[in-house]
């Protein structure tokens, strides 16, 4: 498995560009779809689909693009669709969306991800597990250094982000994070 971060956007958030075999997934798309469909293209790489961990704006202002360009699914868990409505015209990108859960398992070449729900920095915050990979996808969930999500938004919820981020330590030590902003990190490097 390949993975690109790829800066987007006025909050410095990290799209990522994964890859297995000859398939392709794009992980928050912020806003830079030129910068996104530059290194797809000049990668000659296939998108398959479009995952958001969550849908504030800063993690899906190229999804129209990116969506409509490539002709791919856009997956995200149900909860969230109130924010990405007041980011993007929904009822354009609507034949293009799919809810997904913890029983929704994606494949990405020979890898699987699981989706695991994580809750509290948004109602519909998931994170993608790769055990195989040993890699998380999380979102806004967790940072480098200790930090965590937001919870202060009318929606969010400081003890249920609380419980999110247990599941995702209960992961193995050397599991690689790929946050929604900032460096990736192992598990076993953070700490509150």
């Given at each position: 498995?390949?993975?690109?971060?790829?800066?987007?956007?006025?909050?410095?958030?990290?799209?990522?560009?994964?890859?297995?075999?000859?398939?392709?997934?794009?992980?928050?798309?912020?806003?830079?779809?030129?910068?996104?469909?530059?290194?797809?293209?000049?990668?000659l790489?296939?998108?398959?689909?479009?995952?958001?961990?969550?849908?504030?704006?800063?993690?899906?202002?190229?999804?129209?693009?990116?969506?409509?360009?490539?002709?791919?699914?856009?997956?995200?868990?149900?909860?969230d669709?109130f924010?990405?409505?007041?980011?993007?015209?929904?009822?354009?990108?609507?034949?293009?969306?799919e809810?997904?859960?913890?029983?929704t398992?994606?494949?990405?070449?020979?890898?699987?991800?699981?989706?695991?729900?994580?809750p509290?920095?948004?109602?519909?915050?998931?994170?993608?597990?790769?055990?195989?990979e040993?890699?998380?996808?999380?979102?806004?969930?967790?940072?480098?250094?200790?930090?965590?999500?937001?919870?202060?938004?009318?929606?969010g919820?400081?003890?249920?982000?609380?419980?999110?981020?247990?599941?995702?330590?209960?992961?193995?030590?050397?599991?690689?994070?790929?946050?929604?902003?900032?460096?990736?990190?192992?598990?076993?490097?953070?700490?509150?």
């Amino acid at each position: 498995m390949n993975i690109i971060s790829i800066n987007v956007g006025a909050l410095n958030t990290n799209c990522y560009i994964v890859t297995s075999e000859d398939e392709t997934l794009i992980i928050d798309p912020g806003d830079d779809n030129e910068k996104i469909t530059k290194v797809i293209e000049d990668k000659l790489l296939k998108p398959k689909l479009c995952l958001l961990t969550h849908a504030h704006f800063d993690h899906v202002l190229a999804v129209t693009d990116i969506i409509e360009k490539y002709k791919i699914p856009l997956f995200l868990n149900q909860k969230d669709t109130f924010l990405l409505k007041e980011s993007v015209d929904f009822g354009h990108i609507e034949k293009f969306v799919e809810f997904i859960d913890e029983k929704t398992e994606i494949s990405l070449g020979n890898v699987q991800f699981q989706v695991i729900e994580t809750p509290g920095h948004t109602p519909g915050s998931i994170s993608f597990i790769c055990e195989d990979e040993s890699v998380a996808f999380v979102g806004d969930l967790l940072f480098a250094g200790g930090f965590v999500g937001r919870t202060d938004f009318e929606y969010g919820d400081e003890i249920v982000l609380n419980e999110s981020i247990k599941k995702v330590l209960e992961l193995p030590p050397n599991t690689t994070i790929y946050p929604g902003h900032g460096p990736y990190f192992y598990i076993n490097e953070w700490k509150v």
